[in-house]
């Protein structure tokens, strides 16, 4: 979510920047969505269309993975198990945004959160 005041090359360098933290606990980023807006929707964080593109996409790989309406063999599929927000969000809006999108939500904070406790051996 790129708020009003922040330049595109402050975006796009936070957006990176998770990306990479997604890397360090073994995940995959196999989508990014963007939305420009004022403020943060108070219930779940992006807006209602925005979340409807998210619930499509998260439901699509699910169904590929699951074989369902393929219409490419050789294409790759993979689930998605989680959404990274690029902010810190309420518990109350991740738990709404989780339920309307089909996944887990780990903001930035969790990410980081998660990546202090990995056993120093495992974080090789």
């Known amino acids: 979510m790129q708020l009003d005041g922040v330049s595109d090359t402050e975006?796009?360098?936070s957006l990176a920047e998770l990306g990479e933290l997604a890397k360090i606990l073994?995940?995959?980023?196999?989508?990014?969505?963007?939305?420009?807006?004022?403020a943060f929707d108070s219930t779940t964080y992006?807006?209602?269309?925005?979340?409807d593109e998210i619930r499509q996409f998260v439901q699509a790989q699910q169904d590929a993975s699951?074989?369902?309406?393929?219409?490419?063999?050789?294409a790759v599929s993979y689930t998605v198990d989680y959404i990274l927000p690029d902010h810190e969000i309420s518990p109350?809006?991740?738990?709404n945004l989780e339920n309307e999108v089909g996944c887990e939500v780990m903001d930035r904070t969790v990410?980081?959160?998660e990546i202090l406790t990995i056993p120093v051996n495992r974080a090789r």
Do not use: W, Y
């Open 11 to 13: 975006f796009n360098s």
């Open 26 to 38: 073994g995940l995959g980023v196999v989508g990014q969505f963007t939305q420009k807006r004022a």
């Open 46 to 51: 992006p807006g209602v269309g925005k979340r």
């Open 66 to 74: 699951n074989g369902v309406a393929q219409v490419d063999s050789h």
């Open 92 to 95: 109350s809006q991740a738990l």
């Open 111 to 113: 990410v980081i959160l």
